[in-house]
């Protein structure tokens, strides 16, 4: 049984894991057009966790009882400038929706859910998993700088990302 308090706010999580999908599908534009295959490859794989974010979410309010409400997708921008700015973008958006997981789990705290706390637990592993990866990338841009052949080993490299379900989905199905 949730809270309408902890309902509203995992609602809104989802509307934010939907948002991060769309604004890494934006990227995934980005980088076709800016003719990086491979970054365009990372960053529709990124859409596609995020999306499987929003729908654990969405799946354990409806296992809860509670009503999923959808809301409006703001719309993500459409220019990312480099590279690398795309990706300190991309670490300062992970950064404000590992914010929003700890507020989260302080909320389950305070309404003593200790089902959400728990529930929740894989969102804050997950987020050090993706500040760590846009840290390690920024790094590996920095180091190439703007040269060309560096860039298209990064590119080369980030073609070879393949979505993974998160492992916790497919226990659930097994
Ligand atoms: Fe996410
Ligand atoms: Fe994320």
Redesign the pocket.
């Known amino acids: 049984m949730l809270s309408e308090r902890m309902v509203e706010a995992l609602n809104k999580q989802v509307n934010r894991?939907v948002y991060?999908a769309y604004l890494y599908l934006s990227m995934s534009a980005y980088s076709t057009f800016k003719g990086l295959k491979g970054f365009a490859n990372w960053f529709m794989v990124q859409y596609q966790?995020?999306m499987t974010?929003a729908m654990k979410i969405y799946d354990y309010i409806n296992d809860q009882g509670g009503q999923v409400k959808l809301m409006a997708v703001q719309q993500p921008p459409t220019e990312f400038g480099s590279p690398l700015e795309m990706f300190e973008k991309t670490l300062e958006h992970e950064k404000f929706?590992t914010k929003c997981i700890n507020d989260l789990v302080n909320l389950a705290i305070e309404e003593k859910d200790h089902a959400t706390k728990i529930f929740l637990h894989w969102?804050v592993t997950?987020?050090i998993e993706?500040e760590a990866n846009d840290n390690e990338i920024i790094a590996k841009l920095k180091l190439v700088g703007k040269e060309g052949n560096g860039l298209f080993m990064v590119d080369k490299e980030l073609a070879t990302w393949v979505f993974t379900p998160p492992a916790t989905v497919s226990e659930d199905e097994a």
Request: cysteine-free; charged content about 50%.
């Open positions: 894991e991060s966790e995020e974010h929706v969102f997950e987020q993706e």
